[in-house]
């Protein structure tokens, strides 16, 4: 019997069953396509999933791959978010084709020991007390296969979410944006967004010589998502949104796409769990599906191996729901807005889109919208503990430490264990299995007035902080620090 079974090979397949790998858990995943799919849907990898990354040392690797791209948009607006000013690690978008990032996870799921088997479509699911039945398609017959868990990381349509019962209610798609990758002989120097009353206009360099176009043009907007898109088209919406077509020529892929918003009602069903965009979709404005659905996986993979070898205490694995449900929503919900901005036609809304843009000039504002849009602001929901720090459930940002090997504590994270930081230089007595020590009475720096008063510092293995410690007293402190992680790990 298979430990974890994940359907798709996807950015969260992959990265999930990467993680699980971390902790010795036997992954199979099971991939529909029979060879990845060159094109690619994601172009913009935000900072907060280059930072995931950097947890676990793989950061470098997509960026040497990638465009750094230092400022992105909120709905086409003139102000641009600046991301220099998030506390990330690498402070920037980065621009990098989904078919790119995922050969780069599946290249490191393989090298962790995942079983990847492609050609192989998960078609239903009975469940039982200790164990999922799942049936398999490949080559035109039928197997079964038993795991403890499966996860459903297979897409908007999953065949998972619908065996397991789980509804994904929302909205049908009602707008259309359209997408051109193709080849410019007049390229902007940067990326590129342009707004007017006939619609919204973006470019970006995304490798290999090759732009992606976006737009969402008032007059086509209502066009299907299954009605073909020719490059005479994109020619003339380029020309009708921003005055010329940049020598556009050579197109690799051009398609239509929709605003068809849904979220699962549920990430678990007793031993089935969804992830991705099998659990959430929306209009893609701003680069952050599978960003998103990279976060599900970071904050399941932990959950999902201390709940397999007995070390979750109880409600570890749901708090995965409680926990990623309301950062989805929030997504969701910047998505609407975006798209409004997007799809301004009246004068109303295109006076909205331009008070938007002033307000974004604002430094705080820029600054929390920058924040949201690279995926460092979905603090987890407030817990029991009514004094705790205002760090908790945030994601680790903006600490540098006094240390040459890791200028921050990203690179003390490789293991995927918690990490207590000590940082006042003295220690906090808090040992337990599961809990790295060698990180202890690191001296840390932070210009952010959030770690002014911090002492010591527990982070979960998904970088996110779990406890945050004031007291001067390293007994007293240590206290509180073994009582937050009882809620992370059974063994202490
Ligand atoms: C036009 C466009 C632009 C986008 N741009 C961005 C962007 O810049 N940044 C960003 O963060 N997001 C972007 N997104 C969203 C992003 O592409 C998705 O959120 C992301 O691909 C989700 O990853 P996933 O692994 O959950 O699902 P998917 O990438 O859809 O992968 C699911 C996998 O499961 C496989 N599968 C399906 N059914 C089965 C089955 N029954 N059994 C086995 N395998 C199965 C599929 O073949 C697929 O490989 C964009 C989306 C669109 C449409």
């Known amino acids: 019997m298979l430990d ?22 036997e992954v199979t ?37 990638g465009t750094p791209v230092p400022t992105g948009h909120f709905g086409a607006a003139t102000t641009r978010l600046d991301f220099s000013t998030v506390g990330a690690v690498h402070p920037f978008m980065l621009a990098l084709g989904q078919s790119v990032t995922e ?56 065949a998972v979410r619908q065996a397991a019962g789980i509804d994904f209610p929302g909205q049908d798609s009602t707008l259309t944006g359209w997408l051109a990758d193709v080849e410019l002989d007049d390229p902007p120097t940067a990326p590129l967004a342009a707004t007017g009353p006939a619609g919204s206009f973006l470019a970006a360099r995304i490798g290999d010589g090759v732009h992606r176009l976006a737009g969402l043009s008032t007059a086509t907007m209502h066009r299907g998502t299954g009605e073909p898109l020719t490059l005479e088209e994109v020619r003339e919406q380029t020309r009708a949104l921003l005055g010329r077509d940049l020598g556009m020529r050579s197109p690799r892929w051009l398609s239509r796409y929709g605003n068809a918003t849904r979220q699962a009602s549920r990430y678990r069903a007793g031993r089935v769990l969804v992830a991705g965009d099998a659990a959430h979709m929306f209009f893609p404005a701003g680069g952050q599906g599978m960003n998103l659905g990279i976060q599900d996986a970071a904050n399941l993979g932990w959950k999902l191996a201390a709940t397999l070898q007995g070390r979750a205490p109880d409600g570890l694995l749901d708090s995965y729901d409680t926990e990623r449900r309301p950062a989805a929503r929030a997504v969701i919900d910047n998505t609407r807005a975006q798209l409004a901005l997007f799809a301004a036609a009246t004068p109303e809304q295109i006076a909205l889109r331009e008070v938007c843009s002033a307000a974004l000039a604002e430094p705080r504002t820029n600054r929390q919208w920058a924040r949201r849009i690279a995926g460092f602001d979905d603090p987890l929901p407030p817990g029991t503990a009514p004094d705790a720090h205002p760090l908790t459930g945030t994601r680790l940002a903006g600490l540098a430490l006094n240390a040459a090997d890791a200028p921050t504590a990203h690179p003390l994270m490789h293991h995927g264990r918690p990490l207590l930081l000590d940082l006042d230089g003295t220690r906090t007595p808090c040992t337990a299995p599961g809990l790295d020590r060698q990180a202890a009475a690191v001296n840390a720096e932070s210009s952010h007035p959030a770690w002014r008063d911090v002492t010591a510092v527990l982070i979960r293995p998904d970088a996110r902080i779990a406890w945050a410690g004031t007291d001067p007293d390293p007994q007293r402190r240590a206290a509180d620090c073994r009582t937050a992680l009882r809620a992370l790990s059974r063994l202490v």
């Open 4 to 25: 974890v079974l994940i359907a798709g090979a996807g950015p969260v397949g992959l990265w999930l069953a990467a993680e699980l790998r971390l902790h010795g858990v």
């Open 29 to 65: 995943v099971v991939e529909r396509r029979a060879a990845p799919d060159g094109r690619s849907r994601a172009v913009g990898m935000q900072a907060g999933t280059l930072d995931t990354f950097a947890t676990r040392g793989l950061a470098q690797r997509f960026i040497d791959r």
């Open 103 to 158: 050969q780069l996870l599946e290249e490191h799921a393989l090298a962790v020991g995942a079983r990847v088997l492609r050609g192989q479509e998960v078609v239903s699911l009975t469940q039982g007390p200790d164990a999922v039945e799942a049936v398999i398609r490949a080559a035109g017959s039928h197997r079964s296969v038993r795991a403890r868990w499966v996860v459903g990381c297979d897409g908007t349509r999953s």
